[in-house]
């Protein structure tokens, strides 16, 4: 593994690999995992849907930047008016197997398709059909002295690899706060905006609106009418 004060010592120094952390904004950066602690644990915000099982779900577009097997999306940054401890480190944690959208169904990735994240230290870690291949390390970035970060790390996928819509899941981990909740990021390769989101849409539990709720309930009042006219004729 690689040791913590020396990689403390290359970011301090801005001397790592690209998309490495920056000054935090005044606001959630649209897209963006983001970051608080409540009650000594990770906690995940930002622009996310839920899944079924409850999972948060965000998603990223290989190719929205500048090579088309790539992207640095989302970032991940301290959460709006929150702070963490300064100097802590934000690594990540990778769970399970690489998913993929055949696009009736997810299942596993098959093989020679990936999707990686490198981190700050440049070394990747890969998810793939079988699982997760951990890096020697996982860094995102370091936490500033105001309590702040914005960090964007380089994802990528393999560029003779299957088009379609991918799916890892991972948590975010530091020394100084238990972990995240595992959480799942979904990729578009190739696939048009329409075909992406109804990939998504699958995942994501359907929750009723109000009014939905309320229409729900007049029908069931009317046919439990009904039944009892037909009981008392």
């Known amino acids: 593994m690689f040791d913590r004060f020396a990689i403390a010592g290359l970011l301090a120094a801005g001397s790592l690999v690209p998309f490495a952390a920056h000054a935090v904004g005044e606001h959630d950066h649209a897209g963006d995992v983001a970051v608080s602690a409540v009650g000594g644990q990770l906690v995940l915000g930002g622009g996310f849907q ?53 696009g009736t169904a997810w299942g596993t ?12 230290a440049g070394q990747d870690t890969q998810w793939t059909g079988s699982g997760v291949a951990a890096g020697a390390s996982s860094y995102i970035a ?16 393999n560029p003779l690899g299957t088009e379609g819509a991918y799916l890892i899941q991972l948590q975010l981990t530091s020394p100084d706060y238990a972990s995240s909740t595992p959480f799942y990021i979904a990729f578009n390769y190739g696939l048009s905006h ?6 998504v849409d699958s995942l994501v539990t359907a929750v009723p609106e109000p009014g939905t ?3 729900m309930l007049l029908g069931l009042g009317a046919v439990g009418m009904a039944a009892r006219r037909r009981s008392a004729r």
Do not use: C, M
């Open 50 to 102: 839920t899944t079924a099982s409850g999972h948060k779900l965000y998603e990223a577009e290989f190719g929205d930047q500048f090579v088309y097997y790539q992207t640095s999306n989302p970032g991940f940054q301290t959460q709006d008016g929150a702070a963490l401890l300064p100097g802590t480190f934000l690594s990540f944690a990778g769970v399970g197997a690489l998913g993929f959208w055949n």
């Open 109 to 120: 990735a098959a093989a020679g398709d990936y999707v990686s994240i490198r981190d700050a």
């Open 213 to 215: 709720y309320a229409l």
């Open 142 to 157: 370091r936490v500033d002295a105001g309590g702040g970060v914005h960090a964007h790390v380089p994802f990528s996928t």
């Open 194 to 199: 329409e075909d992406f989101e109804l990939a």
